[in-house]
């Protein structure tokens, strides 16, 4: 049994012309001599106007009701494509969570994975050519319905694709994966190959065509991915675990709505810093490009934070430092994050030198480093200057 995993972001659902036409697509595979396993997103901008119906009437969700109402998109765009492709005559059969036994941890609204009970997929199978399953839900040990987050669908098909031990292929609006943005850099090039690595660092980096937990789980089963257009026959981008081109600089990934976070006059005491970052790890923040200063026997702290989480992280910090006399804070909003990525760093020299050479004209706040990548914080009125700069400097 040849096996496909596919999956259709909610621009590719957006409508049912639209959903007609990915039936057609999907019908040509199955002639082809495969059985295919559907996940969707909900149509179009259906999560975000149920965020939005469930916040007219709370400010904060009861997470469980929230998870509950969300839900639903999924289930709907998961219907209609089977509607349409038994409209074709190719037997297919909808599930949601709950019915393809997508079992996650009890996380509401950010749930991981646990398992997925595959052996009903396969004795579907026997009868049906196609199984649309929802994305971005799972199902906790109560019975209670979950989501994923964001990009959760992403995730949703990879995990299945793992348990099925099948490919999977990621269908959007994008045609796959470029060295940059077209929309900062219209010349930048389609990538053909890329790593695990790669990719995992640039979704993390603000790149948006995948998201990163599922190149995790990609990583970890060694599941090619295939990314390109829902709706064109140009080629995409595969994402592998070796690219034998292997080039220094694969690509360039831009973060913006950064701000800078200083804490000065610190005690100089690294068990104290230890105690900071803990007390904001343990309320789910993430900080980044971490620089520590010691001057005059005391400590200058800065990292860069993204703008929406300023508040909660200043209550943690606030927290920390509450038994501290004359600290002082200042956040600078306004920067973006620039990263290149390649795991041919691991291997060259110079690298770093042609990235400061490219920016010597452009002030650079904080710098961060990895095997294969460099990441500098710039104000974002800099930012399309940085991007010609290194796009340039690294032939992207």
Known sequence: MNIVVQK????????????????ERIRSRVLQGNKLVVVTS???????????????????????????????????????????????????????????EIMTTGDFNEARIKNIKSQKIFDLFEEYDVITIAGFQGINEEGDLTTLGRGGSDTSAVALAAALKAPCEIYSDVDGIYTCDPRLHPNAK????????????????????????????????????????????????YIVKD????????????MDNQTQVT??????????????????AEEGLNVDMISIIDDDNSLTVSFSIIDESKEDVESALHHSLKDLEKWNLTYHPGYSKLSIVGVGMRSSSGVASKFFGALQQIPIKLVTTSEIKISCLVETSFKQQAVEALTKAFDL
């Open 8 to 23: 259709f972001g909610g621009s590719s659902v957006a409508d049912t012309d639209k959903i007609k036409k990915i039936a």
């Open 42 to 100: 909900a149509m179009g901008k259906t999560t975000d106007n149920l965020i939005k119906l469930a916040k007219e009437i709370s400010p904060k969700p009861e997470p469980r009701e929230l998870d509950m109402l969300l839900t639903t998109g999924e289930q709907i765009s998961i219907s209609l494509l089977a509607i349409a492709l038994n409209e074709v005559n190719i037997k297919s059969k909808s599930l949601n969570a709950f019915q393809a």
């Open 190 to 237: 389609k990538l053909k190959f890329v790593t695990y690595d790669e990719m995992l660092e640039m979704a993390s980096l603000g790149a948006k065509v995948l998201h990163s937990r599922s190149v995790e789980i990609a990583k970890k089963f060694d599941i090619t991915l295939y990314c390109a257009a829902t709706f064109s026959e140009v080629e995409g981008t």
């Open 243 to 254: 690219n034998i081109e292997q080039p220094v600089v694969t690509g360039l990934s831009v």
């Open 263 to 280: 804490l000065s006059r610190l005690p100089e005491d690294y068990t104290f810093i230890h105690k900071i970052f803990s007390n904001v």
